[in-house]
C-alpha cells in the first residue's frame, strides 16, 4: 500500500468512467479522495464501493477552483498529492514507480498516453502534466477567466501549477511511467467539452492571461507554437507526422484530426471575437 502520497480524483457525473479509473488505485494507495460536484448520477456511490473518500464541492463562482480548493480544503492529505481526472487510469508500471520513488523538490510531470477506441496510442500526441506535487510548494494560480462566457468553470483550465514563491527554486521531475487518458470514447460529448474549452483558449489567448509554464522549454514552446500561424494544421502534423501518429492507423489518424479540429475552432472564435470588438 502507498500510504506516502494521496490521490484526488475530480467528478462530476462520471459514472461511466469513475469505476476504471479507480479500480486500480483502490488496491494500491490507502488515501483516495473523490471531489465530486453534485452528480446526480451513480458517481458517488460507485465511488464509495472503491473505498473513496467522497467530499462535495459547490463552486461559489470564484478562485480558488476545484483542484486548488482541494489542497486547501480537504482535511488530512499527504504532503503529496497525485490529481488523476476520471477518464485516466494509472498503469501498474507507473504505480510501481510511484511506490519506488524518493520524493523530493516540487512535483513531477507524468505523461498521458491517449487511448482511442479502447487502442492505447504508442504514438502521436501525448499529454504531460505536472499531477503529482507537493501542496505545500505548489499552487494552482488563478487567471483572468471568470467571466468567459461558456468557459471551463469551476476546473482550472489548461495551464499548469506553478511553484509557490518561497519555492521558486524546488526542481521539477518526470516519471518515466505513464496513465492512460481515455479520448473521443463519447464523441458528443468530447465535442461538447471541447467547445468550451475552445471559447475559453480563444479569449485567454485574447487577454494574454496564461500564467508562465514552470518549465522554461515548456513555457517558450507554447508561446512559439500560440504565435504560429495555421496552429491547427501544424497541430494535424505534430501529431501524426511528427510523432509517428499515423503508426497507430485509424486511432491515430483520429486523434490528430480531432486537434486540428480543435485548434481551427480556438481559430474561428478568436476572429470573431475580435471582429465584434472592432
Not at 256 to 273: G, H, M, N, P, V
Request: aromatic share 12%; net charge positive.
Amino acid at each position: 500500500m502507498i500510504s506516502h502520497i494521496s490521490v484526488i480524483v475530480v467528478t462530476k457525473n462520471e459514472e461511466r468512467r469513475i469505476g476504471r479509473c479507480l479500480k486500480p488505485l483502490s488496491t494500491e494507495f490507502s488515501d483516495i479522495r473523490v471531489v465530486d460536484s453534485a452528480s446526480d448520477d451513480g458517481t458517488v456511490r460507485i465511488a464509495k464501493g472503491f473505498g473513496a473518500q467522497v467530499s462535495d464541492f459547490h463552486w461559489n463562482g470564484k478562485y480558488p477552483k476545484k483542484y486548488q480548493w482541494s489542497l486547501e480544503y480537504l482535511d488530512g492529505l499527504n504532503d503529496w498529492v497525485l490529481f488523476v481526472d476520471a477518464d485516466e487510469i494509472v498503469t501498474p508500471e507507473l504505480i510501481a514507480e510511484l511506490d519506488a520513488l524518493d520524493l523530493q523538490g516540487a512535483g513531477y510531470y507524468i505523461t498521458s498516453r491517449y487511448s482511442v477506441n479502447g487502442q492505447v496510442l504508442r504514438h502521436g500526441l501525448v499529454n504531460k502534466k505536472l499531477c503529482l506535487l507537493n501542496r505545500h510548494k505548489m499552487i494552482f494560480p488563478a487567471v483572468d477567466d471568470l467571466d468567459i462566457t461558456g468557459g471551463v468553470g469551476e476546473i482550472e483550465g489548461h495551464y499548469q501549477p506553478v511553484r509557490r514563491n518561497y519555492f521558486r527554486q524546488e526542481k521539477l521531475g518526470a516519471l518515466k511511467s505513464f496513465m492512460i487518458h481515455e479520448a473521443l470514447e463519447d464523441e458528443k460529448d468530447w465535442v461538447r467539452k471541447h467547445e468550451r474549452y475552445a471559447h475559453w483558449e480563444a479569449e485567454m489567448d485574447r487577454r494574454g492571461a496564461w500564467p508562465r509554464d514552470p518549465s522554461i522549454v515548456r513555457h517558450v514552446m507554447k508561446s512559439v507554437f500560440k504565435a504560429l500561424p495555421w496552429r491547427s494544421g501544424i497541430a494535424f502534423l505534430h501529431s501524426y507526422v511528427w510523432k509517428l501518429g499515423l503508426l497507430d492507423g485509424k486511432a491515430g489518424f483520429k486523434l490528430a484530426r480531432s486537434r486540428y479540429l480543435y485548434y481551427r475552432r480556438i481559430a474561428q472564435i478568436f476572429s470573431e471575437t475580435s471582429t465584434r470588438l472592432v
